[in-house]
């Protein structure tokens, strides 16, 4: 009879354990789920969206230095672009990885803004502030970007499995000029002594230096590597 007491004891505790473990995770699926619905933000409309598959997001202002403008980038759930007609368009001090499909300034003293692109048939994929060192305060000269606006694998869609283009822009988003076009990689790029951005890419197999002037965004010099037997 003890026996069957402390059996009959014995069980009670485990099913009570059970019980109460029962309880608990459904507690914590509640909450998960509650908080997965708070944390989810209504899509915006900013864009076209006709399949309703972008749903659209406003990333967080960046402040351009120590100018009056920001910049926001308009941010998509999907990483690809479907292939369509391709867009024509007319120190390191910060850099941001991306995965926006267009790009916002706004003038905080005037509260005008304008949008970087036309449409957003492409990829952003890095942003960067351009600055040089003057009497020991950073100035930004232009802002970079690398962009994916065509198929070069002829995959049917933009994404970064594709070349890309390295372009500038002044800091109020106007101006936008590519500079390079269906590169591999941007090794390093910064603003020289002179003023002047330094940019080393590769292409292909092959790897390049280049020199721009910030103001007028044009290449000065451009010049393959030599191969070890060549030096």
């Known amino acids: 009879m003890k026996a069957d007491r ?3 004891w014995i069980w009670n505790i485990n099913g009570l354990v059970l019980l109460l473990g029962l309880i608990l995770t459904l507690a914590v699926i509640s909450y998960q789920l509650s908080k997965d619905s708070s944390d989810q933000q209504p ?7 006709e399949d309703g598959e972008e ?25 690809y672009v479907k292939n369509q007609s391709r867009v024509e368009s007319f120190s390191m001090y910060d850099y941001k990885p ?9 003038n905080s003293n005037t509260n005008k803004s304008n949008w970087l692109f036309e449409s ?5 994929t890095e942003i960067r502030l351009l600055s040089s060192e003057d009497e020991l305060k950073s100035i930004i000269k232009a802002i970079s970007y690398e962009v994916i606006n065509s198929d070069t694998n002829k995959d049917g869609i933009f994404d970064n499995s594709d070349k890309r283009i390295f372009a500038l822009s002044k800091i109020d988003g106007t101006g936008y000029s590519e500079i390079i076009e ?3 990689r ?9 003023g002047n951005l330094f940019v080393v890419f590769i292409d292909n197999d092959t790897v390049y230096t280049m020199l721009i002037d910030l103001s007028l965004f044009k290449v000065l010099d ?5 191969k070890v037997s060549d030096s």
């Open 6 to 8: 402390v059996f009959k």
């Open 43 to 49: 899509s915006l409309n900013l864009a076209k969206d």
């Open 55 to 79: 749903k659209w997001n406003l990333g967080y202002p960046n402040r351009i230095g120590e100018t009056d403008y920001y910049y926001v980038q308009l941010e998509s759930e999907k990483l």
């Open 98 to 106: 991306t995965r926006a499909k267009n790009v916002v300034f706004i």
């Open 120 to 124: 957003v048939q492409q990829l952003i």
């Open 182 to 184: 269906g590169y591999n």
């Open 186 to 194: 941007i090794v390093s790029s910064r603003v020289n002594n002179e």
């Open 222 to 226: 451009k010049k393959a590597l030599p």
